[in-house]
């Protein structure tokens, strides 16, 4: 199955299904807002700051199994079936879709060790009674005596963490189709082929890339005053146009979300057609 075939596959389905592929981003979309509506307790204050950690929870219980059920739905419409239906919804062997999840889930997990220590590390190091000079001492021995050097280090170090992770996501990201396709065995050998797919699916994330870069962008200018970044003495930019920057990548992104799932569900499922 080659790789292009894939995507010719994928763009043939969801523009042939335009309503169906509206529908069924904006389930996917409010099972992902509802997970994420616990958050919103982190604006308060005191104890009920704690039930945001429903949010977890939720995620759990609700969005895992319906991954499942949306991956099924996609290899429906690949074989001539229907993206949007009630089947998003369907309950039925709920624990078995919900193992498999939290199977996945630990994996995962494993991909994202070395970023969750590394956190865990830093938040150790730099948080409780820490000062703002200590930490900038700190910066400032990392780097080799140079404040800049250190914090271009520390972000290099969580940019290469966060890229394992994302490495990891993509080398499982086809396990849910062959769940689904029932050929637990299908991707032997061949994920990092699954990988190569998502990694050039990532075109369809572009808009948001470059919204992201452009944001950060902003943000460049104070590396050349670290010190006076932590101490408080140099005003940030303004947030409001990072956030439209954000906003308008996002609402150029979402429409092709689909898309890019679409392409992994089609070349996996061109791997047991072969």
């Known amino acids: 199955m080659k790789i292009s075939q894939a995507f010719r596959t994928a763009i043939r ?20 807002l509802m997970c994420l509506a616990p958050l919103l307790f982190l ?13 977890a929870v939720m995620w759990l219980l609700i969005k895992i199994p319906a991954r ?34 939290l199977g996945r889930l630990g994996l995962l997990a494993l991909w994202a060790a070395p970023l969750t220590a590394a956190l865990l590390f830093a938040w150790e190091k730099y948080s409780g009674d820490t000062d703002g000079l200590t930490v900038m001492n700190m910066i400032y021995e990392f780097g080799g005596k140079d404040m800049k050097t250190g914090v271009i280090y520390l ?10 992770f994302a490495l990891g996501a993509g080398f499982h990201s086809g396990d849910r189709h062959a769940r689904v396709l029932g050929e637990k065995g299908l991707l032997k050998g061949k994920r990092p082929k699954v990988l190569l797919c998502r990694i050039c699916s990532l075109v369809f994330l572009l808009p948001l890339l470059i919204a992201g870069f452009a944001a950060m962008l902003r943000y460049v200018p104070l590396l050349n005053n670290v010190s006076g970044v932590i101490s408080g003495d140099v005003s940030m930019p303004s947030t409001t146009p990072t956030l439209i920057i954000l906003a308008a990548g996002i609402a150029l992104t979402a429409p092709l979300i689909p898309l890019r799932s679409m392409v992994t569900a089609a070349f996996v499922r061109g791997l047991r057609k072969e």
Not at 80 to 85: D, M, T, V
């Open 43 to 55: 604006t308060e204050k005191g104890p009920m700051r704690y039930c945001a950690a429903l949010s």
């Open 68 to 101: 499942v059920n949306a991956a099924a739905a996609m290899q429906d419409s690949l074989g001539g079936g229907r993206l949007f239906s009630p089947g998003l919804a369907d309950p039925g062997n709920y624990l078995k879709k919900l193992g498999y999840g």
């Open 13 to 32: 389905t969801v523009s042939g299904r335009k309503t169906e592929t509206l529908k069924f981003l904006a389930v996917e979309g409010a099972l992902t």
């Open 155 to 164: 972000l290099l170090i969580l940019a290469a963490l966060i890229l394992l």
